[in-house]
């Protein structure tokens, strides 16, 4: 029989390896000939481990399986157990998604390639390679992908700039520094369909001229790099990388680097200077990475999730992509569910849907069963929002307009015990503890910010003003995002909960 | 542990070596000495820095900037607890609070016998399985009292 225990992280940490050695013991014990495939995960985490019996109905699965349920699993014959949730692709959280970039994981084998290529991996890569580069970027263009980091910039625009700049060398990097609390879906795809990431950097490079890339990795993500490097490995043996890409005489490679535990190196300019040897300080823009990036030479700097969508916009076409979507946000997005919630994972899903049916239907409200109270969307930099915003719909413009960011669409739940004012201080330690020190407004503002909430959190109503008046400084003054938007926090934990900052209360009272 | 600075050179040596020919090699070097040494020691620095023709200050600045790199070596066992938004909205704060008490340290200190060292980490990517810890490398997801105590029991062993 044949039988899949997930390898993801996330399944490994709540005890996926001692599943997997227990079913391949018991299976000797009764001389049952097991087949163990360790897939990627569905993104059904707190199913996890979710074990998947291969039927002639087709995946069954059953969860969370603890190594002590594995013996009874077998005595049951893998049917009628009260672990068994039935057929895999029915269950109601995989239903309600539009998978197109997260289409294979959990499914295949991750570092098996003929198991990549029977589903539908490779043809968009083969498909490139048919095609003009003009053709190439006007088909990133038409798709209407927009950066999936957070920024939100069109993608397709920032490969043309990089096409158009004349040089000898260009570059393709992959930006894999997912430090967002809240966010896991790079980690997700590269542990689960690490082919795809490759395929996505072999297309931006042939559509580019760019002929090197590197994907940059976080220490904090073992699993991940281990099983990036290994499929590099394979696409190289394989002539998927090298100097003739599927014996098309074009060349790409690309190599896996691991930063060093520095959150601002997700920045992208500090990303250049980190791969280069470099501290991860923020570079000032102009010159934009797409003319002068790495070692100065044109480089396209893309999120995994960017790159990975790749590979089925040139499958099926760039209007399959932009038809999902709402307003200028086009195709889908993976949504991270995470913190207190009764159903946490990834969510693959059409821009649109409202924050009030992520947390209350999709993800069932909170693990506690306490009321929920605020909800963070786009990790430490992203807002804190109320019930009272639940009604605005998941998208780029729609979030900006709630004062907010989608961010790289980690969504953190909190009930009602937590303490605002200590979020609001905490994103403020937080910025001073990674502030990379090149602006004022970031590495002064972000300690001044802890002692002002200290204040307020001491009874002092005149430090209420101050804060407010810092935050405007860092938002305005910051050279990138992580003292830019530091505020966005902040200020929608003192906006949104004014309770939970005592002075103020009184102060209204 | 004393470290010989001779045999630092020769096996720092081996490492650049190893690095030749990369573009911007400064990173993958100092995780290759850490991985040799169990933190980089000063005496890596001027080798380095002569290799790849930059001052000693820059090189010591790249160290000293990445939260990864140590000057010393840590302890037998090092845990990593999540501190981030998400670990924290499954009480991550009261389970690291407990950790510092049972173990009488402080973040990135480490217990007296050299058993265990205590670091904070900024997201594990485990935000759906939270509180997430990292123990000597391997993941642990779901960190409450219980598995807090039975991960002390294990590096305190």
């Known amino acids: 029989m044949k039988i899949h225990v997930p390898r993801d992280?996330?399944?490994r940490?709540?005890?996926?390896?001692?599943?997997?050695?227990?079913?391949?013991?018991e299976a000797d014990r009764r001389g049952i000939a097991v087949t163990l495939i360790r897939n990627g995960s569905r993104g059904m985490v707190w199913l996890e481990p979710l074990v998947e019996v291969t039927t002639p109905e087709g995946r069954m699965a059953f969860g969370p399986v603890a190594a002590s349920d594995v013996a009874g699993l077998f005595d049951a014959g893998w049917q009628g157990h009260p672990?068994?949730?039935?057929?895999?692709?029915?269950?109601?959280?995989?239903?309600?998604?539009?998978?197109?970039?997260?289409?294979?994981?959990?499914?295949?084998d991750p570092l098996c390639l003929e198991d990549y290529r029977a589903h539908h991996g490779l043809k968009g890569l083969h498909r490139a390679l048919t095609m003009t580069r003009d053709a190439m970027l006007q088909e990133v263009i038409d798709s209407g992908l927009r950066g999936r980091g957070g920024a939100g910039f069109p993608t397709g625009i920032k490969w043309k700039t990089v096409s158009d700049a004349p040089a000898d060398q260009k570059y393709i990097i992959c930006n894999a520094d997912e430090g967002d609390s809240g966010t896991f879906a790079d980690r997700m795809i590269m542990e689960g369909d690490p082919f795809t990431l490759i395929e996505g950097m072999t297309i931006a490079g042939l559509a580019t001229g760019a002929t090197r890339g590197y994907v940059y990795m976080r220490s904090e993500y073992p699993d991940a790099v281990q099983v990036m490097a290994e499929a590099v490995r394979i696409a190289r043996d394989a002539g998927l990388l090298g100097p003739s890409v599927m014996g098309s005489g074009r060349a790409f490679d690309m190599d896996i680097r691991v930063g060093a535990g520095?959150?601002?190196?997700?920045?992208?300019?500090?990303?250049?200077?980190?791969?280069?040897?470099k501290r991860g300080v923020v570079r000032a823009k102009p010159p934009l990475p797409a003319l002068e990036?790495?070692?100065?030479?044109?480089?396209?700097?893309?999120?995994?999730?960017?790159?990975?969508?790749?590979?089925?916009?040139?499958?099926?076409?760039?209007?399959?992509?932009?038809?999902?979507?709402l307003g200028r946000s086009r195709g889908t997005i993976p949504l991270q569910i995470a913190g207190n919630v009764r159903r946490g994972g990834l969510f693959e899903i059409a821009f649109g849907m409202s924050l009030g049916q992520i947390v209350d239907d999709i993800a069932g409200g909170t693990a506690t069963g306490r009321p929920v109270k605020a909800v963070q969307v786009g990790g430490p930099l992203g807002a804190y929002f109320p019930r009272a915003l639940f009604d605005t719909p998941f998208c780029y413009e729609e979030f900006a307009g709630a004062e907010g960011l989608v961010g790289h669409a980690g969504i953190v739940v909190f009930d009602d015990s937590a303490d605002m004012l200590k979020q609001a201080r905490f994103a403020m330690e937080f910025?001073?503890?990674?502030?990379?020190?090149?602006?004022?407004?970031?590495r002064i503002g972000a300690v001044r910010g802890m002692e002002t909430v200290d204040r307020i959190a001491r009874g002092d109503a005149a430090a209420i003003p101050l804060l407010r008046d810092l935050c405007a400084t860092m938002k305005s003054g910051s050279l990138c995002a992580l003292g830019g938007f530091t505020p966005y926090p902040v200020m929608s934990a003192l906006t949104h909960f004014p309770e939970d900052f005592v002075p103020l209360h009184e102060a209204a009272e | 542990m004393q470290v010989d600075e001779a045999d630092v050179c020769a096996r720092v040596g081996d490492i650049l070596d190893a690095h030749g020919g990369m573009e911007g090699p400064l990173l993958p070097i100092?995780?290759?000495?850490?991985?040799?040494?169990?933190?980089?020691?000063?005496?890596?620095?001027?080798?380095?820095?002569?290799?790849?023709?930059?001052?000693?200050?820059e090189v010591h600045g790249v160290v000293s900037f990445y939260h990864d790199f140590r000057s010393q070596p840590h302890g037998r066992h090092v845990l990593k607890l999540c501190r981030a938004e998400a670990c924290q909205s499954m009480g991550g704060d009261q389970v690291a609070d407990r950790a510092r008490a049972l173990l009488g340290i402080d973040w990135h200190q480490t217990t007296p016998d050299g058993a265990v060292t205590l670091e904070p980490v900024f997201c594990l990517g485990l935000c759906a399985c939270a509180p997430a810890a990292l123990v000597d490398g391997r993941v642990v997801g779901r960190v409450d009292?219980?598995?807090?105590?039975s991960l002390l029991d294990e590096v305190r062993a």
């Open chain 1, 9 to 11: 992280a996330a399944a």
């Open chain 1, 13 to 25: 940490a709540v005890g996926a390896d001692q599943v997997a050695a227990a079913i391949l013991a």
């Open chain 1, 83 to 108: 672990l068994a949730l039935g057929p895999t692709e029915e269950l109601p959280w995989m239903m309600m998604q539009t998978r197109l970039t997260f289409a294979r994981c959990g499914i295949t």
């Open chain 1, 262 to 277: 520095a959150y601002v190196c997700g920045e992208e300019t500090s990303l250049l200077n980190s791969l280069e040897g």
């Open chain 1, 293 to 325: 990036g790495f070692f100065g030479k044109p480089t396209v700097v893309n999120n995994v999730i960017s790159l990975a969508s790749i590979p089925v916009i040139f499958d099926k076409g760039a209007a399959y992509y932009r038809d999902f979507g």
């Open chain 1, 431 to 442: 910025c001073a503890i990674e502030s990379c020190g090149k602006c004022t407004p970031c």
């Open chain 2, 30 to 57: 100092l995780h290759a000495v850490q991985d040799a040494f169990g933190h980089v020691p000063m005496a890596a620095l001027p080798v380095i820095a002569d290799r790849l023709n930059l001052s000693r200050a």
């Open chain 2, 145 to 149: 009292q219980a598995r807090l105590d």
